[in-house]
């Protein structure tokens, strides 16, 4: 059973920030938050946006994924604002004899981040991986990413192995 809501307050941010599973409304604004993750990130590049729009479609649909925003409502009245996703993939493996989570994307607006938004969404991403019966979660970044490897080693990850890729071209 997927956990699909949960109000999470961040120690800067104005307001509050809920964190919920994605719908078909949000498929641009997430698409533009992982375009800015390509402009902050070298050696980042992203597909065509109507092939991530695809796997957008598939992701929301599917079981085997959990794709979470971070919304913070101003409390003025105004409508909330979508500041961040964070894209999880479960499966089965074979050396846990069980489901594995593997967060793939944690993306803040950056205007929002260093606010509790990618704790809020990391902190939501690890209770829907727990219910859903995982054995761990697993979360990457790059080698020289040390404000994210401070964040995921405080929320209670652990680095414990050194990821290897190995890309094609298409």
């Not at 997927?2 to 599973?21: C, D, F, L, Y």
């Not at 925003?69 to 004899?97: F, I, W, Y």
């Not at 991403?125 to 979660?137: L, Q």
Request: hydrophobic content about 40%; some cysteine.
């Amino acid at each position: 059973m997927m956990v699909e809501t949960a109000e999470t307050p961040a120690n800067s941010v104005k307001g509050r920030v809920n964190v919920r599973r994605a719908t078909w409304r949000d498929k641009e604004q997430v698409l533009n938050l992982l375009q800015q993750l390509q402009e902050v990130t070298p050696g980042v590049s992203m597909p065509p946006r109507y092939q991530v729009g695809r796997i957008f479609d598939q992701h929301i649909n599917s079981p085997l994924y959990a794709l979470l925003v971070a919304e913070v409502n101003p409390g003025d009245g105004r409508k909330p604002q979508l500041v961040g996703v964070c894209s999880m993939a479960l499966r089965s493996t074979l050396s846990h004899a069980g489901v594995s989570a593997l967060i793939d994307e944690v993306v803040v607006a950056e205007e929002f981040r260093q606010q509790g938004v990618a704790s809020a969404l990391l902190e939501q991403a690890v209770r829907v991986a727990e219910a859903a019966g995982c054995r761990e979660v697993e979360v990457s970044t790059t080698w020289d990413n040390e404000p994210a490897r401070n964040l995921y080693k405080k929320l209670g990850f652990a680095e414990t192995g050194i990821w290897l890729e190995r890309h094609f071209e298409r």
